[in-house]
């Protein structure tokens, strides 16, 4: 990719056809995406295990879901994506665990602001792990897992 500032255009390439074009744009925005952040975790590789970032990553976890006849859920990280997860999990009628590293669910929301969602969650027996890190996930024979970290995490 080209970008050609005094012309305030951007070369881009086709590449279904090896063709460029000229894209002109009035402010540059440059959205990279994210990646899914994995901590080291003992068992992360585990069956049943997963990282959500897209829609097919949701659709793999729906179908364990259903094929384990799954009865609770764990869910590392508090931030948007994995309160979205607890909540459509809950929705599924599963138990569900959250898991937060910081000591407030959504971090980069204000202390009174993450305090109403966590009350929130709350209501909707979603149990909070806060100030908490995952430390392993340790498969058992029957395809649950149990899952221990700091503070006495024990589920």
Do not use: C
């Amino acid at each position: 990719m080209v970008i050609d500032r005094e012309a305030k255009q951007v070369e881009l390439l086709d590449r279904s056809n090896d063709q460029r074009r000229w894209l002109p744009y009035d402010q540059p925005l440059i959205a990279t995406g994210a990646g899914s952040f994995a901590p080291p975790i003992e068992g992360l590789r585990s069956p049943g295990v997963f990282t959500l970032r897209t829609v097919p990553d949701t659709r793999r976890v729906r179908v364990w879901i259903d094929e384990n006849e799954a009865k609770r859920a764990l869910v590392i990280g508090a931030g948007f994506i994995g309160l979205e997860t607890a909540e459509n999990l809950r929705h599924r009628r599963l138990e569900v665990h959250v898991v937060e590293f910081q000591d407030q669910v959504l971090p980069p929301l204000d202390a009174d602001a993450a305090s109403l969602v966590a009350a929130r969650l709350g209501e909707e027996e979603v149990r909070l792990h806060l100030s908490t890190a995952v430390e392993r996930i340790i498969p058992n024979d029957d395809g649950s897992m149990r899952v221990t970290g700091t503070g006495g995490l024990d589920v």
